[in-house]
């Protein structure tokens, strides 16, 4: 799978929006981009995905550049409840093991009132 | 709609007794995976089966654990004579399909704590 690099940690104004990036340089065609956050305690919670364009649902906008070789994260107005450890994964599309993502260290978003 | 259920949220065993993990997938779902992170470390891929089958058990530890997923109830993670360093949080996660499109949806996760 295609390593991913994101900074270990950010910080965002309540009410603002909060960009995360990623950078997957390594990505292949047929990879999707995954983000995931975990709430301390908590289970990971699937935020949203995308292979080539960009993507937005209730919770963020994904948007993923031409080349493919990095991402932004996106959520439009942070609250406080939005402070977690946020996870940038590549997902294989095709062939086994497209379910074991590797989860990395991650960017800890912390919004600050 | 019930999200994955997982109980008990958190499990204390002595060195040398058996743990069992319980997880309910969401409904519709028949793909089940686990997941195992280590006190300050990352998520690991453990298993993925569906109902009866196991199809990946090649994250999980080859002696004393074990996992199923039976055709009626949840699947299960079972450890046996557990030692101090099985303890960790337990994650299960289930999706509608086995393709990458699919999200896999955790549950909260059992903690076991082995004293």
């Known amino acids: 799978d295609a390593k991913t690099t994101q900074p270990p940690s950010m910080d965002c104004a309540e009410g603002r929006a909060a960009n995360l990036p990623c950078n997957h340089s390594?990505?292949?065609?047929?990879?999707?981009v995954y983000w995931y956050r975990q709430i301390h305690s908590q289970g990971p919670q699937y935020i949203i995905h995308?292979?080539?364009n960009n993507e937005t649902n209730e919770m963020a906008s994904l948007i993923i550049t031409e080349d493919r070789k990095s991402s932004t994260l996106i959520l439009p107005h942070a609250t406080l409840r939005d402070t977690a450890v946020y996870y940038c994964?590549?997902?294989?599309?095709?062939?086994?093991?497209?379910?074991?993502?590797?989860f990395g260290k991650g960017t800890l978003l912390t919004v600050n009132p | 709609n019930a999200g994955v259920m997982q109980n008990p949220r958190h499990l204390v065993r002595r060195r040398g007794q058996e743990a069992r993990l319980r997880c309910s997938p969401m409904?519709?779902?028949?793909?089940v995976y686990w997941y195992r992170q280590l006190p300050e470390e990352g998520l690991k891929f453990m298993v993925y089966?569906?109902?009866?089958?196991?199809?990946?058990e090649s994250g999980m530890p080859k002696e004393r654990f074990s996992a199923e997923f039976p055709k009626e109830g949840p699947s299960i993670l079972r450890i046996q004579q557990v030692v101090r360093g099985d303890s960790a949080a337990y994650f299960c996660a289930s999706s509608s399909q086995d393709r990458a499109s699919s999200p896999l949806h955790f549950g909260n996760g059992t903690r076991l704590t082995v004293t």
């Open positions: 994964i590549v997902r294989k599309n095709s062939g086994g093991s497209n379910y074991k993502l590797t």
């Open positions: 390594t990505i292949s065609g047929n990879e999707y």
């Open positions: 409904k519709g779902h028949s793909h």
């Open positions: 089966l569906q109902k009866e089958n196991i199809i990946d």
């Open positions: 995308g292979l080539k």
